[in-house]
């Protein structure tokens, strides 16, 4: 009966904007599909050719049967694990799934257009080849867009996200290739070009988006018991499926098979320590599932980028342990100095989540390859893991120790800056973002069955409390 | 304390039936099992010697490794995916996730005795022998059965879902051997045998099986805040896992790359309109859950023939566009004409989500083939992706387009005649099915604490209200 | 308001070990971890020095790629499978998942090192080199300990929990070097050393724990509408990924093909036999949700020894049939007997889904392997199965099939008299376990929003009634 919407102007835009941005996007995408994209050589019909050009004995040395499984694993993550892992909230879950469904579909197609045409455009032809790792790196890049929403969760309008995803992965497209192929860091997981990227970009546009009254929707903002299972989903899919995550784009061979083995011990070093922390910081001795749910997936992210490397077991799990008890402490101290002294409304809470460990494991990534050496990695596994070909064959691992902390700030400098930029878009009264006392609410975008009508014992509430029901209700209109 | 079943004799017959049914069927089964199964060369111990025979030189090489990945995807989806995306319904998610569970396990039994039959019995020693790939192959033959409960969901008794099950294998397997092996059509992801299939067949049934007063269970009938993120549970794995589902069965190497690219951008396509048409179809620009959670499929179930085609990335993205469009509009207006006018009751809509775009889906392939060229494919190219081998070597580009078009027609009649023959059965008053008043609610079928007992505040309310409660449900009990 | 601890002295004894517990033994694992594990060959930048002097082709042939889509499967069965398996309590939720997810990351670390010491220390280097079928083994260590916490289940505190698999792991990795070492049992999918151990290690440690005032907690033990949806999510995930359990650690090629087949059947022939007992079982016919969870599952378990095997497709839907039947009679009769007369409070009936069919699975292995045969495996496919080299060259079957019983012997002997010891040592009064009447309980070790506080439509129930219920809670509380 109230309306849901501060400004009756604002409303009007948001609805003709929505439904134009889908299909004007898309038919737009159509279009730039049809003049770039193809398949590769590895999943076009011609394939069957260059099989006995290049002397390939078996379909199996497709590069579909080496990456595939991984690549599925990552999907999960995108969808299912970002997706649940924000429906703690205890309204607000159609909107962390469902704009989640929406953002990562429309974020995946334009990441193909533009990682194609930084990446991969083949200059004879003018086109971009498509395969299993071009569907892989799209999710990658999605995923910086996605952490970037838990930074403004509730907040902002489903128009604001699509604007914030389309220039998110722009901003992406541009830092990951001055990080990879021009610094020629690696980052096979993304500590950098992911985590801190997408940790930053997120939290300058909530810092610029900044609401003072938002205690106005405060009865919406915690969880109930059953939005914290659900969020227990995400978090579980997100953790088991991070080796695949780290390990998806790796080299072929010892390369995945390290990247995986690093990233599980690290995860379960990670757990030990959370589960410490959020402990101790009660004086009760329990547990806060606020932690549970993010902070043990903070070794993943830690080890995006040295996962590859010959980091060692006890390494991964020395990584993980400080990552437990800096992503908990986090949550218990940061976030809550972030959003009084710096004005940065971090729903997720991404800061503790993504932006620190992604730091951390850009240092971590840094240090162990200046650490590097030939004893270790032999003549030509240094080579292969650093990749020392082409231009960078002379390159010292010293160097690349430098270059990979040079990404680093490449990847921080962008999110800060692209995440200003963007913000003060986002501030224009022309997206119809929710009111301060509708945010974290799905009435707003969703129908949604009212809460009373929900629950079938109501049925059974005498005709006396119906009646003061409806006149507290009134009241309340009044 | 009232009676759940309208006839009491029904209810004493259908508890005779569900007991025998199972314990005589998995009898049945494990005897045919007995005379006609043998593991394949690639899964019998003989392999040894296979392989040394058949100058394999690795392991790797056993299908198994280039199926069972896709295959676990492909379980999932029967299991989760169905299974979750039914749970929407407010009180009727043991029914969804429990009788899916069931009807699967027991279809697929017999879907690798009558697939096997049809398709692989060995002629010298009268066996099927079964692989990784006729695993998959069951599991498609039962999700064709799960589309059609769909239509008939929380109307049907668990014995008439055994009974239609095992009609719908049967005839699942008579029609798949008409269009893959007569008319030699390609239909690798089903758009034509399963979709259309399962959904003509699930909608003929659920027309036969009208009840005109089924707004007596009106209150069963909507979905709930949790109900509807647990079937965005199904929705998800669905729509992450389809591109394992339309690459689990094409060729290797190219073919089940092309597939699974294909998918991946067809069902981000269909995302996008499906919110678009969902956000216009309301005045207030709100997204309607029950869109998102099928709609956003549609691009799966039309891509399931061409998949494996040259369709070319930008066609996948416009088969999406389209299904997004049309899906939606299905559930807007079509279901609301289907049921006043057609009297065809469609509980989860497949109408929408599986029959209409199965339809364009061999619409598709059929048009995808005949303008199939060597230019395109390359010589051999096209001879693999068509099978252009054997008696079917010298077959055009064109008549191919033909025989696709004639194997949609086959499905839409085994769809239609099959379920009115069904549904003629299944309307026999000893299956027990429920009362009008007892659709769409788990307690005629499973015990269920009541939702009185459920919640622990309850316990808080004051004596002289619990009074009250009891003093109404005695008045509702005269 | 009220103590939630039973003894004061207690609960801040719990506070302190539990960090310390957590801190020191994370402390300890990278101190081992650096002194003992190493990456192994297929996964060290070597590794192309290793193809190179194998004449190994092509990186595909790395394990990673043998094993990797199983082991993930098996990764998501141990954390989303058990974890959501446990959370159909009304509110134990967050213990089943929460305390599930801390005992699998703390335990498979010490897996890791244990296994480590007995099957692969290398006596020249001093050193464990680890894959990824050391992480497999890892996580199937780690089932045998959260097979045991479901008896235990919200009777015990965390510290219990780690103590518990602590001790577990470390009895896991002696029994499992006795039985598929010493004995020379074949045990791929763990029947004995995983179900079998697992399953009398929690009861006997239940039966110690003995709490004859239990039903002090009784509001508490039942389960609720969504808490049983969420438990279905981890029967099923178990379910469709049971074949990657039964099959990840078997041989290469025909192994692993045949082992997926085989559980693959025997899982769905359970779900029919499990649903026909159920249903018989009451008088009205109606399915209990409690034996859907857990006895469908029964298959799995008991195929474990004997999947690798050539028991033939139909002898694997025996083996279901049967064991659907039993495990839903142990929930009907045996639980009931096992906690009146025994004394053995099982909270989610192990007995009948872990520690019966893991006994029938090792009777089924040493049956199996008895009866095999030349004529059935072939000369070299029945040295390949039964491993028939190096010391065991000249084993025949029969004596195999002895040594398979004798195996399963040992599982039990280390289970009842492990659990004997350890629970021994859970009843000294420094644990802080919970009172009987905060059993069942998260609020014990978990920070929850008061159900109160959590249902919405409370906040318009008319002051007179809030003022009512807080005169009932001060009641109460005197």
Tied chains: 1, 2, 3.
Excluded at 95 to 103: H, R, T
Excluded at 380 to 386: A, D, E, K, V
Aim: glycine letters at 10%.
């Amino acid at each position: 009966t109230t309306d849901l919407f501060k400004n009756e102007k604002n409303s009007t835009n948001y609805i003709l904007t929505k439904h134009t941005f889908c299909f004007v996007w898309q038919i737009a995408m159509i279009i730039l599909f049809g003049v770039f994209i193809r398949y590769d050589e590895e999943s076009d019909t011609h394939w069957v050719e260059t099989k006995a050009h290049d002397n390939i004995t078996s379909d199996i040395e497709n590069d579909f049967y080496f990456r595939y499984p991984s690549f599925q694993d990552v999907h999960v993550m995108i969808f299912v694990g970002f997706g649940f892992l924000m429906t703690f909230l205890k309204r607000y879950s159609f909107g962390a799934v469902g704009f989640n469904f929406l953002v990562a579909s429309f974020g995946l197609q334009w990441a193909l257009l533009m990682q194609g045409w930084f990446h991969s455009l083949d200059p004879q032809t003018g086109k971009i080849f498509i395969g299993v790792e071009s569907l892989i790196n799209a999710d990658f890049c999605v995923a910086g867009c996605l952490i970037a929403y838990g930074a403004v969760l509730g907040k902002v309008s489903p128009v604001q996200l699509l604007v914030m995803t389309l220039f998110g992965v722009t901003l992406f497209a541009v830092e990951e290739y001055i990080i990879l192929n021009l610094l020629h860091a690696r980052d096979a997981g993304g500590s950098m070009v992911i985590h801190t990227f997408g940790g930053y970009y997120g939290l300058t546009i909530s810092w610029v988006l900044y609401r003072p009254n938002l205690n106005q929707s405060k009865r919406m903002q915690g969880s109930v018991y059953h939005s914290d299972i659900f969020a227990m989903i995400g978090t579980l899919f997100l953790w088991m499926f991070w080796p695949s995550f780290n390990s998806a784009i790796t080299d072929h061979g010892d390369g995945q098979h390290r990247a995986a083995i690093n990233t599980y011990l690290c995860l379960a070093s990670t757990v030990l320590t959370t589960v410490a922390i959020s402990s101790l910081s009660q004086k009760t001795g329990k547990l806060d599932m606020v932690h549970i749910q993010n902070s043990t997936l903070a070794g993943g992210v830690a080890l995006g980028t040295a996962a590859e490397f010959m980091i060692s077991p006890y390494g991964a799990l020395i990584v993980g342990f400080f990552c437990g008890i800096i992503s908990t402490m986090g949550y218990i101290f940061i976030s809550p100095f972030l959003e009084k002294t710096l004005k940065i409304q971090d729903t997720c809470g991404i800061h503790n989540l993504h932006a620190m460990p992604g730091v951390i494991g850009g240092i971590v990534g840094a240090i162990t390859a200046a650490a590097a050496s030939e004893s270790v990695y032999g003549k030509q596994g240094l080579i292969n893991t650093f990749d020392f070909t082409g231009d960078f064959k002379d390159r010292t691992v010293l160097t690349q120790g430098g270059y990979q902390a040079a990404g680093m700030c490449v990847s921080i400098v962008f999110g800060v800056v692209g995440g200003a930029i963007v913000g003060s878009i986002l501030r224009l009264p022309i997206w119809g973002d929710p009111a301060d006392e509708n945010c974290f609410d799905d009435e707003v975008y969703w129908e949604v069955s009212l809460p009373d009508e929900e629950e079938e014992h109501q049925e059974s509430i005498p005709p006396i409390l119906e009646y003061n029901n409806h006149m507290i209700h009134k009241q309340q209109d009044l």
